[in-house]
């Protein structure tokens, strides 16, 4: 039972990797990807707002699918479909191929994301314990490796196709040989929280949603705009500029990888109390940094802040649904995509029409907000570690071997 239950672990977490991996290796090529394709600097927004659209288009379609097909079985074939896309959208030549490869990202990766976080969440509640943070830090970690792998492509000129391959080889056939393990959590507590059962109320979920997006609001922000901002606000070197999108990813899977302990020292509620403060003071030390060192202080301590809050708020819809968590989950997971589009277009409009030191004092209001709902990230009806751990759940459910 217990190496069950430690084989679902580490193959899911091996998909969070991946997952890691491969986004990062399509974000940070976007450069690339539009060279090769000669998409216009006016083209390419509509191409770049496609795919969180159409992954929001995949995560609803999950939360019907979920009734009949397991996820895990959702998960077996979405993240191979996921890499596929990634090798297709480096191999094309033809805008029109590029668009039948983002396409079939989009959709793959809202079914990859949602049936994810829904087997780490069924998981977390057959350990009885807080480790959702733990798959959240391999995606950091595959982030990490594939941001790392985008360089050294683009240090050495390899074409786009050069890159990915070799990465999909390794990663494709080692995920369906994983996903063998993955394990589908049994039947949810009968008690329910606040009078839900078997469906999801969105007047209870909203709280979560809105904190989802805020957190992806922040993410968007670090990503899309930390080298402009070092370089033109800050006066940084073209070099020193790309560091802290790395600073951020190191901290962020250092914040995940000891945030479990956290949770079961602590307690969610003031783990995401924590995160939010300290992001918010991030986004405080950058919106008034007087150089570049100061400004990767404030980067630093924003992947500290930020990379709690995500992983908790899955968390915390399956706990406020037990009955009905696979369906809070997808539909959470639409608010990581509206945060991702409203992110950085709105820093970007903000910082061109005032300025980008104000720009970046907007989302630190947003993180700040999340403190007002972070009751609803308390344990109900379980509690997670800190001498309120339930016993070690003895029935695992399904696992999905012989699919």
């Not at 300290?278 to 924003?302: E, I, K, N, Q, Y």
Request: proline share 5%.
């Amino acid at each position: 039972m217990t190496d069950v239950l430690r084989r679902g672990r580490a193959s899911l977490a091996f998909s969070f990797f991946a997952q890691g991996a491969t986004f990062a290796l399509l974000v940070t090529r976007i450069p690339a990807i539009q060279d090769r394709y000669g998409v216009s600097d006016a083209l390419l927004p509509a191409f770049l707002a496609a795919v969180p659209i159409l992954a929001g288009v995949g995560s609803v379609t999950t939360e019907h699918l979920v009734r009949r097909i397991r996820p895990s079985r959702l998960l077996r074939w979405s993240q191979p479909v996921v890499l596929l896309a990634l090798l297709g959208a480096g191999a094309g030549d033809q805008v029109a191929e590029l668009g039948v490869a983002l396409a079939a990202f989009g959709l793959a990766v809202g079914a990859l994301d949602a049936s994810m976080n829904m087997l780490g969440v069924s998981l977390q509640r057959t350990y009885g314990r807080s480790i959702m943070l733990s798959f959240h830090a391999a995606y950091s970690l595959g982030g990490i490796m594939g941001a790392s792998l985008a360089w050294v492509g683009a240090h050495w000129h390899l074409a786009l196709w050069v890159s990915y391959l070799p990465v999909v080889a390794v990663l494709l056939p080692t995920a369906l040989v994983g996903s063998r393990w993955y394990v589908d959590g049994g039947p949810a507590p009968a008690a329910a929280a606040q009078g839900t059962g078997g469906s999801v109320v969105f007047r209870l979920l909203l709280p979560l949603c809105l904190v989802m997006t805020f957190a992806y609001i922040g993410d968007s922000t670090v990503s899309n705009w930390s080298a402009k901002y070092l370089k033109d606000v800050l006066g940084s070197s073209e070099q020193l500029a790309t560091v802290p999108y790395n600073v951020y990813m190191v901290t962020t899977l250092v914040g995940r990888a000891i945030g479990d302990f956290g949770v079961r020292r602590f307690g969610a509620v003031a783990v995401v109390r924590l995160g939010a403060l300290v992001a918010a003071g991030g986004f405080a030390v950058v919106a008034v940094a007087p150089d570049a060192w100061v400004g990767m202080l404030g980067f630093t301590l924003l992947g500290l802040g930020l990379c709690v809050l995500v992983p908790q708020t899955f968390a915390a819809a399956g706990r406020l649904f037990p009955g009905a968590s696979d369906a809070a989950i997808a539909r959470l997971n639409i608010f990581n995509y509206v945060g991702f589009l409203v992110g950085s277009p709105l820093v970007g409009a903000l910082g061109g029409a005032w300025s980008y030191r104000g720009a970046m004092l907007v989302p630190m209001v947003l993180v700040l907000v999340t403190l007002g709902y972070a009751r609803s990230f308390a344990p109900q009806p379980d509690r997670y570690g800190g001498g309120h751990e339930r016993p070690r759940t003895a029935d695992v459910g399904r696992g999905s071997n012989g699919l």
